[in-house]
Nanobody, 120 residues
Framework: QAQLIESGGGLVQAGGSLRVSCAAS??????MGWFRQTPGKEREFVAA????????FYGDSVKGRFAISRDNAKNVVYLQMNSLKPEDTAVYYC???????????????WGQGTQVTVSS
């Protein structure tokens, strides 16, 4: 049974940095991604990466500020978040699938989420 567990969320001031991690177990996944969601809004694509790391995608709102990476030996994917803004406040979800993409339906497995709060 595949399982994704996020960690590293927390409270940070605007302009600061935070790194969230996602540990995967129960399988190896060609594609890993991050999405985020705030109350009353749909889950939004943040970033995605393929197995080798040669392909990455980013949502428009985080381009140039966030970086996704993965350590396949540890089966962990990271999201480094820099220059954080209050509007980055959300629950961040890790996702895994067989094809890297920017749509929720492209991912088969989801974590429980980790809260990131950016104070102004």
């Amino acid at each position: 049974q595949a399982q994704l567990i996020e960690s590293g969320g927390g409270l940070v001031q605007a302009g600061g940095s935070l790194r969230v991690s996602c540990a995967a177990s129960g399988g190896t996944f060609s594609a890993m991604g991050w999405f985020r969601q705030t109350p009353g809004k749909e889950r939004e694509f943040v970033a995605a990466i393929n197995w080798s790391g040669s392909i990455t995608f980013y949502g428009d709102s985080v381009k140039g500020r966030f970086a996704i990476s993965r350590d396949n030996a540890k089966n962990v994917v990271y999201l480094q978040m820099n220059s954080l803004k209050p509007e980055d406040t959300a629950v961040y979800y890790c996702a895994a699938g067989s094809r890297v993409g920017q749509e929720r339906y492209e991912y088969d497995y989801w974590g429980q989420g980790t809260q990131v709060t950016v104070s102004s």
